[in-house]
């Protein structure tokens, strides 16, 4: 991806937005990004949360960098 579809990219998507990177695909130092999208995330510390833990947690949308 190029900057400068990275900045049309970001042209719609709010300034308060988080943004997250997804998880890598090769195994390279360094990965070309090809594509940005919308997801909505709980947060959780926990690596495998229960039942409870996913219904008590906070829901909110973020922006994903990923490579594929």
């Known amino acids: 991806m190029t900057v400068k579809q990275l900045k ?26 090809n594509s940005i999208y919308t997801k909505e995330v709980f947060f ?3 690596e495998n949360p229960s039942e409870d833990e996913i219904n008590k947690a906070p829901m909110i949308e973020v922006l994903v960098l990923d490579e594929e």
């Not at 308060?16 to 990004?33: C, D, H, P, S, V």
Request: charged share 30%; aromatic share 14%.
């Open 44 to 46: 959780t510390e926990d």
């Open 8 to 33: 049309q990219e970001f042209e719609n998507i709010s300034d308060n937005t988080e943004i997250f990177l997804a998880q890598r695909k090769t195994e390279f130092g360094y990965g070309l990004l």
